[in-house]
Structure formats: structure tokens, C-alpha cells
């Protein structure tokens, strides 16, 4: 069965500086793999999406990931963070037959920006 | 267009009693499906539905209903409630094919006391 890990519940940036959020995946076969973003109240939003080619994804908001097979990880990351990205960050995979609705998440990683 | 929309956005309950969590996408998106998040675990997939008259079960069906008579409706059922349900519900749909991606409404939080 597929599995998604965010070691940081918690993580906590000063504006401007850099960000990496970690994901790491379990699945058998070539993932399907997405970011999405909570803010308080709001349902999640779609960041960015991995599903084959270039292993650097672009994405919405100034954010990128980088898929690494070896490492079975997919980190998302912004050079400088902005106070209006405090927010709740999840990472999922999807089933390669229906990605993007059998999405399996991870915990979370709430995001604090220190002005 | 208004994209996914929930009903209610608050609800108590108390234990046993039964309600219906209505969910309405103007995308005529065909897949729907239904999730609940809850602290430290994400979102888990409880019930989804790939077209009108069909449903399947996710990761945490008990206790949750669904059915799928329009494309546009996906209500969440739920037939006795219990503490265990007290949770965050979120809608999604989505178009077929694999690049398309998931719209969330903005969750209805649902305390069973």
C-alpha cells in the first residue's frame, strides 16, 4: 500500500529566507506525486504535480519540488518565503490508474513565517 | 463558476443522530469523492465516486454513506453518529485523466458530542 511521510509537523521560517519541506513516499510503482496547500479555513489548493519527465516541477506561488527516485522523496522548496505562505502543506501520491483521485496524503507541515 | 461547494460549514451533533453532508461541484466534473482530515494524519479518502450511480469505497468507509443519482451531487451520509466522526470533511472533484487535478471545497467541521 502507498504511504506518505512529513517528518516536520512544524517548521518555522523568517521572511525571506529559504524554505524545504520534506516528503517521502512509499509506492510500488511510478508515483504520481502532488503538493498542496491549507490555508486556515480553506480547503487545499494544488501547488504542483509530478507525473513524469523533468524531476524539477514548477509550480504555483513561486514553489518548486524535486523528485528523487533513489531517495523516494519529493521535497518542496521556495527561495524566499512571503508571510502570506503561513499555511498547511501536504504532500500526496496518487494510484498511477486514477491519480488524481485516490490521493494518499501525509501529515501535514504547518508552516509558521516570523516577520 | 462556483467550483465546489459544501453545506454546512459548522454542524454539531450529538451521538446517534443522523444528518447528511451535502456536497455541489458546477464543473461537471465526473469523479467526486470525500475526505476527512484530521490532526497529524492528512486527509484520508473515505468514499468516491467515478461517475453518476457509481461509488467505491476509500481508505475509511464505516459508518459513512454515499450515493451519486447527478454528476453534480455527492452527499455524505452519515446514519448514527459517533465521537470517532468528529473531524474535518472535505469534498473534491476532479475531471478524468491523470493530469487533472483534485478541487477542494472549503470543509464542513463536524463535532459529534
Known amino acids: 500500500a502507498q504511504s506518505v511521510t512529513q517528518p516536520d509537523i512544524h517548521i518555522t521560517v523568517s521572511e525571506g529566507a529559504s524554505l524545504e519541506l520534506r516528503c517521502n513516499y512509499s509506492?510500488?510503482?511510478?508515483?504520481?506525486l502532488f503538493w498542496y496547500v491549507q490555508s486556515p479555513g480553506q480547503g487545499l489548493q494544488l501547488l504542483l504535480k509530478?507525473?513524469?519527465?523533468?524531476?524539477l516541477v514548477q509550480g504555483i506561488k513561486g514553489f518548486e519540488a524535486e523528485f528523487k527516485r533513489s531517495q523516494s522523496s519529493f521535497n518542496l522548496r521556495k527561495p524566499s518565503v512571503h508571510w502570506s505562505d503561513a499555511a498547511e502543506y501536504f504532500c500526496?501520491?496518487?494510484?498511477?490508474?486514477?491519480?488524481?483521485?485516490?490521493?494518499?496524503f501525509g501529515g501535514g507541515t504547518r508552516v509558521l513565517v516570523k516577520p | 463558476n462556483a467550483g465546489v461547494t459544501q453545506t454546512p460549514k459548522f454542524q454539531v451533533l450529538k451521538t446517534g443522530q443522523s444528518m447528511t453532508l451535502q456536497c455541489a461541484q458546477d464543473m461537471n466534473h465526473e469523479y467526486m469523492s470525500w475526505y476527512r482530515q484530521d490532526p497529524g494524519m492528512g486527509l484520508r479518502l473515505i468514499h468516491y465516486?467515478?461517475?453518476?450511480?457509481?461509488?467505491d469505497q476509500g481508505e475509511v468507509p464505516n459508518g459513512y454513506n454515499v450515493s451519486r443519482s447527478t454528476t453534480e451531487d455527492f452527499p455524505l451520509r452519515l446514519l448514527s453518529a459517533a465521537p470517532s466522526q468528529t473531524s474535518v470533511y472535505f469534498c473534491?472533484?476532479?475531471?478524468?485523466?491523470?493530469?487533472?487535478?483534485?478541487?477542494f471545497g472549503n470543509g464542513t467541521r463536524l463535532t459529534v458530542t
Open positions: 500526496a501520491v496518487g494510484e498511477s490508474k486514477a491519480a488524481g483521485n485516490k490521493l494518499t
Open positions: 509506492y510500488g510503482a511510478t508515483p504520481y
Open positions: 465516486s467515478v461517475g453518476a450511480g457509481i461509488t
Open positions: 509530478y507525473f513524469s519527465g523533468d524531476t
Open positions: 473534491a472533484s476532479r475531471t478524468p485523466g491523470r493530469n487533472s487535478p483534485l478541487h
